[in-house]
């Protein structure tokens, strides 16, 4: 375990003299930092931090991110700080790692899928830069082969091999790491499943073995077809199925392995997009297709730009067998992930929503990346393949926790009072204040990615109209308006005084009432006086000037009323 493990894994590019020593001093620096730590099977913190780095140096990550893999539980851990390392090792350094670091505080809790999906997202767009996501995705995967060691805690380890299998494999996955997002699944499906994982064992072990033996006979007679037609082969081989995805797949299938045709599936990896091409028409006219089973991903790629050519034929004894036809570079991206791709797309189009953090992506050429510009030229006819690496939606989306750990998906600029009404109507209405990752906040703070949000309410709260200058969403809008609208009517009735000068008689007072209550008037108060033969009477009601005029009309049809007027008090 030295730095020299680290050089030889990554062999896309020699390091330079200057990123050798990098490399030395973080290896150094994290191992003084966990120097006395162990990790649950006992074994030293440290080598943690190493397996992470090197597979890393194996995806062919540049030196800095290799540094940072090292480093990356120094913050959370150790008792040096994100200052520490950004003293040591530049601001470049300390961001990943904090964005690492970050990344921990988010937690799966609640198996749920609109969850799942929020929580991707907000990964995502608080890394900031892919680089990050790299690193959280190598540390994730040596967490998860040693997961046993948690064996003390099995609600713990539960937990971690969902959020591993829901999330990070789907993040992979995602990102064109197919192989990647594949292990993390087989990884974690023991623990999520352990009854299933014991069935597929018990029931495929034999078909596994009579299928390579099956597909070795295959493979050699289309070897030689191939060969005959003049294909350049690159090579045929052939590999079972994943456990979990068969799993799945059999789970569609009612459990019945017979009906799994790619148990263990054969592929032809050949030189050109034409040869793959060619490929095909000849392993179709040495077995003939089961139709329906052709899918052509090369000229319609899926969307994480897996491209290949599938069929299912009837083969050697007239077995359902699946081939897979596709060209070394596609074969290498479906392997080794295409992530990068998305990083130069995204370094393109986002300048503004990074402008703040991945100015080092900006500013530094990946080795990657240049590789991946040829890919880039091929997918560029694909926009359908860009739109769904680019994740642009997240330019303009933050995403915050509550206090329960659940995540809020809001446009930026939302405000405490955004994400009240966002969780419920009632907390919104009646919130009185927020706490920000622990700290009071005023409602018209502007929520950032990753903020703790905690609101605070008062029952008999009403939402106040100046809400509607600072809030974003339009359902908090709307709510306060019709809010606000009802509160209105209530304290804007207007109370209008009518004075009254009558002739008196019997049922006088009787006779004005009714009239105001057949209009649908209140009347609040009325008093009357006696002066003469006159009878003054002055009556509060709730009513504004249009309803009071109407008023004026039918009481003038009393004849004794000699005298009338009001005004709105
Ligand atoms: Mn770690």
């Not at 120097?35 to 800095?64: I, V």
């Not at 290799?66 to 520490?84: F, R």
Request: with cysteine; hydrophobic share 35%; glycine share 4%.
């Amino acid at each position: 375990m030295n730095v020299r493990d680290l050089i030889k894994e990554r062999q896309s590019k020699n390091f330079t003299n200057e990123e050798i020593s990098l490399l030395g001093r973080a290896f150094d620096f994290s191992k003084r930092g966990h120097q006395g730590q162990k990790r649950k099977s006992g074994e030293p913190y440290f080598n943690h931090c190493f397996q992470t780095a090197l597979q890393l140096a194996n995806w062919q990550m540049d030196s800095p991110t290799i540094a940072a893999g090292l480093l990356h539980d120094i913050a959370e851990d150790t008792k040096y700080s994100l200052e520490e390392i950004k003293k040591e090792f530049g601001e470049e350094i300390s961001f990943l790692v904090g964005g690492v670091t970050k990344l921990g505080h988010l937690k799966y809790l609640n198996a749920d899928i609109e969850q799942a999906e929020n929580l991707r997202k907000m990964i995502l767009a608080l890394s900031q830069d892919l680089r990050v996501i790299f690193i959280k995705l190598a540390d994730r995967l040596h967490n998860i082969k040693t997961l046993s060691a948690l064996s003390q805690t099995p609600n713990k380890q539960k937990r971690i091999a969902l959020e591993t299998s829901e999330i990070y494999a789907t993040i992979a996955y995602r990102l064109g790491m197919a192989n990647l997002a594949g292990e993390l699944e087989d990884l974690s499906f023991p623990y999520i499943n352990p009854s299933g994982y014991k069935w597929l064992i018990e029931n495929i072990k034999e078909k596994y073995g009579n299928r390579q033996k099956y597909l070795e006979k295959v493979k050699n007679i289309i070897e030689k077809k191939l060969k005959e037609s003049g294909i350049r082969l690159v090579k045929v081989d052939f590999r079972a199925k994943r456990y979990s995805s068969l799993y799945k797949k059999l789970l569609r299938e009612n459990m019945n392995l017979e009906q799994i045709y790619d148990l263990v599936a054969l592929r032809i990896i050949v030189n050109t997009i034409e040869e793959c091409y060619t490929a095909l028409g000849i392993v179709h006219q040495t077995w003939p297709p089961l139709p329906g089973r052709i899918k052509d991903y090369i000229a319609m790629p899926k969307p994480n730009g897996y491209r290949s050519l599938h069929t299912t034929v009837f083969c050697l004894d007239n077995k359902l067998t699946e081939f897979q036809i596709r060209t070394l570079e596609m074969h290498q991206a479906s392997e080794n992930g295409i992530a990068a791709h998305w990083l130069y797309e995204q370094k393109k189009s986002e300048k503004d929503y990074l402008e703040k953090k991945s100015v080092f992506a900006e500013k530094k050429e990946l080795a990657w990346v240049e590789q991946l510009r040829s890919w880039q030229k091929e997918f560029s006819n694909s926009e359908e393949f860009l739109k769904s690496l680019k994740i642009d939606f997240l330019k303009d989306r933050i995403f915050a926790i509550t206090p329960k750990g659940e995540v809020i998906d809001l446009p930026a600029g939302s405000t405490p009072v955004d994400f009240a009404y966002a969780i419920h109507t009632e907390i919104g209405a009646s919130c009185v204040g927020s706490k920000i990752n622990g700290k009071i906040t005023p409602l018209d703070y502007q929520i950032q990615s990753g903020d703790l949000v905690e609101i605070l309410v008062q029952k008999s709260k009403k939402p106040s109209e100046s809400w509607l200058e600072f809030v974003k969403t339009s359902m908090a809008k709307k709510k306060i308006k019709s809010s606000v609208k009802k509160s209105s009517k209530l304290i804007k009735k207007e109370i209008a005084e009518f004075k009254i000068t009558a002739i008196d008689r019997i049922g006088l007072l009787k006779d004005i009432s009714s009239i105001f209550s057949r209009n649908r008037i209140n009347i609040q108060t009325t008093n009357t006086n006696l002066i003469g033969q006159h009878r003054l009477i002055k009556i509060k009601c709730e009513a504004d000037k249009e309803k009071s005029e109407k008023l004026i009309l039918k009481l003038k049809k009393i004849k004794e009323i000699k005298e009338i007027n009001y005004k709105i008090i």
